[in-house]
C-alpha cells in the first residue's frame, strides 16, 4: 500500500513535470496557427503568420543557418586534428590545453563577448561582419566537438594501430586519414550534430557581437518577443522548434551511440 | 614528416584561435576591469556598492532555489523514469529532455506565454494571474532549463546503482522512505552535488531568460549588460563578468571532481 503511494506520488511529480514542459511548447505551436489568439480556436487556423514570419525573418533564419554550417566546417578543420593531438600526446600540456579551451563551457557567454567586443570591437572591418559573429560560435561550441572526438579516441589502441599502419609504409598524413578519421567517425558525428544544433540556437554571445544588419535566428525571435503580436512571435518559436527538435534528436541519438562505443 | 612534428602540427589551429580569440580577449577583459577610476579598487566597490551587492545576493538566492527544486523534481521524476517501464515512458522521457538545447530567449517566451498578462494563467483567473515578469517567472524559467540537465544526470546514475541493495534493504523491512533515504539517495549523492553545481552555475550566468523576463530583476547578468550598454561602464562590466565567469568555472570544476562529465549550456 504504501509502496504503490510512492509510486503514484512519483507520477504525479513525472506528469506535472511534464506539463509544466509541454504545455507552454503547444500553446506557442497553437497560437502560432490560430486566427486570432486571443478569441481562441474558434476562431479558425491560418498559415497567414507563419507566411508573416517567413517575409519579416526569412534572411534572418537563413543567416543562422549558414553560421551553423561556417562553424561546422571551422570546428571540424580545428577540432577533429585537435582531438587527435591531444590523444597522441596526453600529458599536462594537453591537459591544460583542454581544460583552458573548455573554459566557453563554464564562463557565461555575456562574459566572453564582453572580452571580444573589447579586444576586436575597434577592428572595424572584422568587427561588422559576419565572421565575427562565427568566432563567438566557434569559440563556444569548439569544446563539445573536441572532447566528443577526443572521447572515442581515448578508448582506441591508436599506437598500436598506427605501428601497424606505418610498418606497412603509411605517412602521418594518410594514417590520420586512414585511421584516425574513420574510427572516429561516431565522435565527430555526435560533435557534428551538437555543433550545429547549438550554433543554430545560440544568443547569449550572438546577442552582443552581432549588428542591425546580422541578425541571426535567435536574436530575431528576441526581436519579435520584444515587438510583434504574440501570433508572430508563436509562429516564429514555431518555425524553430521545426528545426531545431529534429536537430536535437538526432543529436542525442548521435551522442548516445559515440558514448556506448567510448564508454 | 615526423610522427611527434605532424602531432604538433594537429594542435596547431586549436592553439592559434584560442590564443586569439580567447587567451588574449581575457586577459583584455582583466586589464579593463581595471582601468576604470577606481583601479584595481573596482573588486572593492562591488563589495561596497549596495546595488551589486544585492544584485549578487539575490542571484545566489534565487539559483540556490532553482538548484533546490530542480533536484528535487528531476529526482523524483528521474528514479521513477528508470525504474518504471510502461507504455509512453519514451515519450515522457523525450518530452523532458528536449529543452537541453532550447535557448533562454524561448524559455523566456514560454514562460510569458504560461504567466503573462495574456497568458495562461492569465486567461485562467481573468486576468489576475501574472507572474512571468516576477522573481517567479524567472525562478520557472530557470527550472525550466535545468530540469533536462539534472534528470540526464541522475537517470545515468541511477541505472548503475546495484537494484540488489535496494532488494535486500526491502527484504529486512525497510519502508520505501527509508530504502530512498538509506540507500538510494547515498547512491546518487555524488551525482546529485555534479548535477547542482552545474544547475547552480547555469542558473548565475543564464542571460537569455532574464534579458526576456527579467526587466525589472537586477540579476548579476542583467546588471552586467545594463553597465556596458546603458552606462557604459565597461570597467566596472567587465569586473562584474569576471567575478561571475570565475564562479561559474570553479563550480563547474567542483561538478567534474564528483562526476565525469559536465554538460553546461547558456539559458
Same mark, same amino acid.
Given at each position: 500500500?504504501?509502496?504503490?503511494?510512492?509510486?503514484?506520488?512519483?507520477?504525479?511529480?513525472?506528469?506535472?513535470?511534464?506539463?509544466?514542459l509541454?504545455?507552454?511548447?503547444?500553446?506557442?505551436?497553437?497560437?502560432?496557427?490560430?486566427?486570432?489568439?486571443?478569441?481562441?480556436?474558434?476562431?479558425?487556423?491560418?498559415?497567414?503568420?507563419?507566411?508573416?514570419?517567413?517575409?519579416?525573418?526569412?534572411?534572418s533564419?537563413?543567416?543562422?543557418?549558414?553560421?551553423?554550417?561556417?562553424?561546422?566546417?571551422?570546428?571540424?578543420?580545428?577540432?577533429?586534428?585537435?582531438?587527435?593531438?591531444?590523444?597522441?600526446?596526453?600529458?599536462?600540456?594537453?591537459?591544460?590545453?583542454?581544460?583552458?579551451?573548455?573554459?566557453?563551457?563554464?564562463?557565461?557567454?555575456?562574459?566572453?563577448?564582453?572580452a571580444?567586443?573589447?579586444?576586436?570591437?575597434?577592428?572595424?572591418?572584422?568587427?561588422?561582419?559576419?565572421?565575427?559573429?562565427?568566432?563567438?560560435?566557434?569559440?563556444? =561550441? #569548439?569544446?563539445?566537438?573536441?572532447?566528443?572526438?577526443?572521447?572515442? *579516441?581515448?578508448?582506441?589502441? @591508436? /599506437? $598500436? +594501430?598506427?605501428? %601497424?599502419?606505418?610498418?606497412?609504409?603509411?605517412?602521418?598524413?594518410?594514417?590520420?586519414?586512414?585511421?584516425?578519421?574513420?574510427?572516429?567517425?561516431?565522435?565527430?558525428?555526435?560533435?557534428?550534430?551538437?555543433v550545429? =544544433? #547549438?550554433?543554430?540556437?545560440?544568443?547569449?554571445?550572438?546577442?552582443? *557581437?552581432?549588428?542591425?544588419? @546580422? /541578425? $541571426? +535566428?535567435?536574436? %530575431?525571435?528576441?526581436?519579435?518577443?520584444?515587438?510583434?503580436?504574440l501570433?508572430i512571435?508563436?509562429?516564429?518559436?514555431?518555425?524553430?522548434?521545426?528545426?531545431?527538435?529534429p536537430?536535437?534528436?538526432?543529436?542525442?541519438?548521435?551522442?548516445?551511440?559515440?558514448?556506448?562505443?567510448?564508454? | 614528416?615526423?610522427?611527434?612534428?605532424?602531432?604538433?602540427l594537429?594542435?596547431?589551429?586549436?592553439?592559434?584561435?584560442?590564443?586569439?580569440?580567447?587567451?588574449?580577449?581575457?586577459?583584455?577583459l582583466?586589464?579593463?576591469?581595471?582601468?576604470g577610476?577606481?583601479?584595481?579598487?573596482?573588486?572593492?566597490?562591488?563589495?561596497?556598492?549596495?546595488?551589486?551587492?544585492?544584485?549578487?545576493?539575490?542571484?545566489?538566492?534565487?539559483?540556490?532555489?532553482?538548484?533546490?527544486?530542480?533536484?528535487?523534481?528531476?529526482?523524483?521524476?528521474?528514479?521513477?523514469?528508470?525504474?518504471?517501464?510502461?507504455?509512453?515512458?519514451?515519450?515522457?522521457l523525450?518530452?523532458?529532455?528536449?529543452?537541453?538545447?532550447?535557448?533562454?530567449?524561448?524559455?523566456?517566451?514560454?514562460?510569458?506565454?504560461?504567466?503573462?498578462?495574456?497568458?495562461?494563467?492569465?486567461?485562467?483567473?481573468?486576468?489576475?494571474?501574472?507572474?512571468?515578469?516576477?522573481?517567479?517567472?524567472?525562478?520557472?524559467?530557470?527550472?525550466?532549463?535545468?530540469?533536462?540537465?539534472?534528470?540526464?544526470?541522475?537517470?545515468?546514475?541511477?541505472?548503475?546503482?546495484?537494484?540488489?541493495?535496494?532488494?535486500?534493504?526491502?527484504?529486512?523491512?525497510?519502508?520505501?522512505?527509508?530504502?530512498?533515504?538509506?540507500?538510494?539517495l547515498?547512491?546518487?549523492?555524488?551525482?546529485?552535488?555534479?548535477?547542482?553545481?552545474?544547475?547552480?552555475?547555469t542558473?548565475?550566468?543564464?542571460?537569455?531568460?532574464?534579458?526576456?523576463?527579467?526587466?525589472?530583476?537586477?540579476?548579476?547578468?542583467?546588471v552586467i549588460?545594463?553597465?556596458?550598454?546603458?552606462?557604459?561602464?565597461?570597467?566596472?562590466?567587465?569586473?562584474?563578468?569576471?567575478?561571475?565567469?570565475?564562479?561559474?568555472?570553479?563550480?563547474?570544476?567542483?561538478?567534474?571532481?564528483?562526476?565525469?562529465?559536465?554538460?553546461?549550456?547558456?539559458?
Open positions: 500500500m504504501e509502496y504503490s503511494r510512492a509510486k503514484a506520488l512519483q507520477l504525479g511529480v513525472t506528469l506535472l513535470t511534464c506539463a509544466f509541454l504545455v507552454p511548447a503547444l500553446q506557442s505551436v497553437l497560437a502560432g496557427v490560430t486566427r486570432n489568439y486571443f478569441i481562441g480556436i474558434s476562431s479558425g487556423f491560418t498559415l497567414r503568420w507563419i507566411a508573416e514570419v517567413w517575409e519579416l525573418y526569412a534572411h533564419i537563413m543567416l543562422s543557418i549558414g553560421i551553423a554550417f561556417a562553424c561546422l566546417v571551422s570546428t571540424l578543420v580545428i577540432g577533429v586534428p585537435a582531438a587527435y593531438g591531444l590523444a597522441r600526446n596526453p600529458g599536462w600540456f594537453s591537459r591544460v590545453l583542454e581544460e583552458f579551451i573548455s573554459l566557453p563551457l563554464a564562463v557565461p557567454g555575456l562574459a566572453l563577448a564582453l571580444l567586443l573589447q579586444l576586436y570591437g575597434s577592428v572595424k572591418g572584422f568587427r561588422t561582419s559576419w565572421t565575427f559573429v562565427l568566432v563567438g560560435h566557434v569559440l563556444y =561550441t #569548439l569544446p563539445f566537438m573536441v572532447r566528443s572526438v577526443l572521447a572515442v *579516441l581515448s578508448v582506441m589502441d @591508436l /599506437k $598500436t +594501430l598506427e605501428e %601497424g599502419a606505418a610498418s606497412l609504409g603509411a605517412t602521418s598524413w594518410r594514417r590520420f586519414w586512414d585511421i584516425v578519421v574513420p574510427n572516429a567517425m561516431p565522435g565527430i558525428l555526435a560533435g557534428a550534430l551538437t550545429v =544544433t #547549438l550554433s543554430i540556437g545560440e544568443f547569449n554571445l550572438t546577442w552582443m *557581437l552581432h549588428t542591425p544588419y @546580422l /541578425k $541571426t +535566428l535567435p536574436v %530575431g525571435l528576441a526581436d519579435s518577443y520584444a515587438s510583434m503580436r501570433e512571435a508563436s509562429a516564429y518559436t514555431l518555425i524553430f522548434f521545426i528545426i531545431i527538435v536537430l536535437l534528436m538526432a543529436m542525442q541519438w548521435a551522442s548516445q551511440r559515440a558514448q556506448r562505443i567510448a564508454a | 614528416m615526423r610522427s611527434s612534428t605532424f602531432v604538433r594537429c594542435l596547431l589551429p586549436l592553439f592559434v584561435f584560442t590564443s586569439a580569440f580567447l587567451a588574449l580577449p581575457l586577459a583584455r582583466i586589464l579593463s576591469s581595471g582601468s577610476e577606481a583601479g584595481w579598487g573596482i573588486y572593492q566597490q562591488i563589495l561596497t556598492t549596495p546595488r551589486y551587492t544585492t544584485a549578487l545576493v539575490q542571484t545566489v538566492l534565487l539559483s540556490l532555489a532553482v538548484t533546490a527544486a530542480a533536484l528535487a523534481i528531476s529526482t523524483t521524476a528521474g528514479l521513477f523514469l528508470a525504474r518504471n517501464r510502461f507504455r509512453g515512458r519514451g515519450f515522457i523525450s518530452v523532458l529532455t528536449l529543452p537541453l538545447a532550447f535557448p533562454g530567449v524561448v524559455i523566456g517566451f514560454l514562460i510569458i506565454l504560461l504567466g503573462g498578462r495574456q497568458g495562461l494563467f492569465a486567461q485562467l483567473t481573468d486576468g489576475k494571474v501574472v507572474f512571468a515578469y516576477s522573481m517567479l517567472g524567472l525562478f520557472l524559467g530557470y527550472i525550466y532549463f535545468s530540469i533536462p540537465r539534472v534528470l540526464l544526470t541522475v537517470m545515468a546514475a541511477t541505472e548503475k546503482l546495484d537494484p540488489n541493495l535496494e532488494e535486500a534493504a526491502r527484504s529486512l523491512g525497510a519502508s520505501s522512505a527509508q530504502v530512498v533515504r538509506d540507500v538510494i547515498p547512491g546518487l549523492a555524488p551525482s546529485l552535488v555534479a548535477a547542482g553545481a552545474i544547475a547552480f552555475a542558473a548565475m550566468g543564464a542571460f537569455g531568460t532574464a534579458f526576456t523576463l527579467a526587466t525589472n530583476i537586477d540579476v548579476l547578468p542583467m549588460y545594463t553597465e556596458f550598454t546603458l552606462s557604459a561602464n565597461i570597467a566596472m562590466a567587465s569586473a562584474l563578468s569576471i567575478i561571475l565567469g570565475f564562479v561559474t568555472w570553479l563550480l563547474l570544476v567542483f561538478a567534474r571532481g564528483f562526476s565525469g562529465s559536465s554538460a553546461a549550456a547558456g539559458g
